[in-house]
């Protein structure tokens, strides 16, 4: 059976996106995560998940800063964002940072369900009025470089580089995760050399380039 987890702090969009996918799939099981924290335990609990639709502002994630954690840690599982930042240049962005696809929140049921559809059978999905001005877009250099630094990471490098960038010191990592300090120092360092940077400092910076203003505000 296909596994949906749905993930966004609203509620109300949260049944929007369920009773969708539940009408274009028929039969399919569905888990909800309200933060970025809890979409990484639903993954982590259920690695078997097929698809995760993601918003890109929920607690724990602000842009593209969730993405990349899921496509880092959980690199196996698709993802289509959804979202009500569908400026073109950001979703182009979003591609370049390893989703499957987009869909914007103003996305028609039938829409959603279309996307859900192509992503599940391994291809991509953009709304019709997006899908030319996006393709008209070349990769923005910097975003194509991050992701490929990004993806360079393993899994446990991923967790220790989000907690780094939360500002947890080693202990605090080591505890986090149930491994010894003397390895969250083995991944940091690891960490620095596969993004070239010299410390955490540089390393949160470059998180920092992932976050978006919210919908509606100039970025």
Do not use: Y
Request: proline share 6%; glycine share 8%; with cysteine.
């Amino acid at each position: 059976m296909t596994t949906l987890l749905i993930a966004d702090d609203h509620p109300l969009f949260r049944a929007a996106l369920r009773l969708a996918a539940s009408e274009n799939l028929g039969d399919c099981s569905m888990r909800e995560a309200a933060d970025l924290p809890g979409v990484l335990d639903a993954l982590a609990a259920e690695p078997d998940i097929d698809l995760v639709l993601l918003d890109l502002h929920m607690p724990g994630s602000q842009g593209l800063s969730g993405l990349a954690a899921l496509r880092g840690q959980h690199p196996g599982v698709a993802v289509l964002v959804v979202s009500a930042h569908d400026e073109p240049r950001i979703v182009r962005r979003v591609l370049d940072h390893g989703a499957a696809g987009f869909i914007p929140k103003s996305a028609s049921p039938a829409e959603i369900g279309a996307a859900i559809r192509s992503v599940l059978d391994c291809g991509s999905w953009l709304p019709p009025t997006l899908a030319d001005a996006v393709a008209a877009l070349p990769a923005d250099p910097a975003d194509t470089d991050l992701a490929s630094r990004l993806a360079r990471l393993t899994e446990q490098q991923s967790r220790v580089l989000a907690l780094l960038a939360e500002g947890l010191l080693n202990k605090q990592i080591a505890d986090r995760l149930g491994i010894q300090e003397r390895t969250v120092k083995a991944h940091a360092t690891a960490i620095f050399e596969k993004l070239r940077v010299r410390n955490r400092t540089q390393a949160g910076m470059l998180l920092k380039s992932l976050e978006l203003g919210e919908p509606g505000r100039t970025l």
